[in-house]
């Protein structure tokens, strides 16, 4: 079967530095994608990475190892604004998005 | 700015009720989708659409149907609502075959009772 594993919930500091992982296994591969998503709100778009190694989106940063499977999103100088949930979804050899369920990111003052 | 649109951001249903839950978008995209968003779950694909007129089901498209008469608008259509719907139902749509990025509309929470 199709599987995306991030975890459940984070707690991090305003101003630190945090990392969330994904790890998947699909029926091929053709992309994955970060979303934000904050309470309420519809998810938005982050990120997207096809080719292995770091993309990088101003305090934003995803990274991709395929051989892997396994993907990380790091956020830095973390703000309030920042709390939400951010979304793994892996395209997969029918390009269809397979989604994770999702890692709530807390961020204390 | 993409922008989709969903008719309701609340709605309360009986059981047995057919439900309309509709979905606009103003970009011209090709694809769209509904979804189903569940506490613990990542997003479950109900139903998509590659074309007006088309229609192909996702991964749990029992219990629903869809509308797609102009490329703007799709519709998601619970024919006999029951509680096991209540869910935040998500619409997104995408540009080009290779489903590039999507972009979603705001939810709609359903709830039946």
């Known amino acids: 079967g199709q599987n995306i594993d991030q975890p459940t919930e984070m707690t991090a500091t305003e101003g630190a530095i945090v990392q969330i992982n994904c790890t998947y296994q699909t029926s091929g591969f053709n992309g994955l994608f970060w979303y934000q998503q904050h309470a309420g709100e519809a998810p938005t778009f982050l990120s997207y990475n096809v080719l292995d190694g770091l993309e990088e989106k101003g305090r934003f940063s995803s990274f991709l190892s395929r051989s892997k499977g396994y993907s990380y999103l790091l956020l830095k100088e973390l703000q309030m604004k920042d709390s939400a949930s951010y979304l793994c979804?892996?395209?997969?050899?029918?390009?269809?998005?397979?989604w994770g369920a999702g890692t709530k990111l807390i961020i204390k003052p | 700015d993409v922008k989709v649109t969903q008719s309701s951001r609340y709605l309360v249903k009986r059981t047995g009720e057919k439900v309309f839950l509709e979905c606009v978008q103003d970009m011209d995209h090709e694809n769209m989708f509904w979804y189903r968003q569940d506490p613990g779950l990542g997003l479950r694909l109900i139903y998509f659409?590659?074309?007006?007129?088309?229609?192909e089901k996702g991964d749990i498209p029992e219990g629903y149907s869809v509308s797609r008469e102009k490329k703007e608008r799709f519709s998601l259509i619970l024919e006999s609502a029951s509680t096991n719907q209540t869910s935040m139902y998500l619409c997104?749509?995408?540009?080009?075959?290779?489903?590039?990025?999507?972009?979603f509309g705001p939810g709609t929470r359903l709830t039946v009772l």
């Open positions: 659409s590659y074309d007006v007129k088309m229609k």
């Open positions: 997104a749509s995408s540009h080009g075959r290779e489903a590039d990025t999507q972009y």
């Open positions: 979804a892996v395209r997969d050899s029918n390009y269809q998005l397979i």
